[in-house]
């Protein structure tokens, strides 16, 4: 069992910036990757970023590519996303989550194992 803690989230004006963390615990867990997804009312969960938890490999979805950034810190099983010139339309629910063996897609949000409880963001215009 690994549980995901979010913190971060909260209301920020357009144009302005937050950051994310995701930290993992639980006993004898081990880390393939983690993601972000989000899901704003009335719309299906949406893949944000992605990152394997060794070498350089991070993806991120089409409509936050250039302003987000994920990172890790391994040694504290953590995962960041660096947000920056939010959007309204970013307003939504923001979940990590965690996969442990290891896989070729990590965009969709059935490859993943556990999942945070999630964090609001809210962009105001």
């Known amino acids: 069992q690994v549980q995901l803690v979010e913190s971060g989230g909260g209301l920020v004006q357009a144009g302005g910036s937050l950051r994310l963390s995701c930290a993992a615990s639980?006993?004898?867990?081990?880390?393939?990757?983690m993601g972000w997804f989000r899901q704003a009312p009335g719309k299906e969960r949406e893949f944000v970023a992605a990152?394997?938890?060794?070498?350089?490999?991070?993806y991120y979805g089409g409509s936050v590519k250039g302003r987000f950034t994920i990172s890790r810190d391994n040694a504290k099983n953590t995962m960041y996303l660096q947000m920056s010139s939010l959007k309204p339309e970013d307003t939504a629910v923001y979940y990590c989550?965690?996969?442990?063996?290891?896989?070729?897609?990590?965009?969709?949000?059935?490859?993943?194992?556990?999942w945070g409880q999630g964090t609001q963001v809210t962009v105001s215009s």
């Open positions: 989550a965690h996969r442990s063996s290891f896989g070729l897609v990590l965009t969709t949000a059935r490859e993943y194992d556990y």
């Open positions: 639980g006993r004898s867990f081990s880390i393939y990757a």
């Open positions: 990152i394997r938890w060794s070498g350089d490999d991070t």
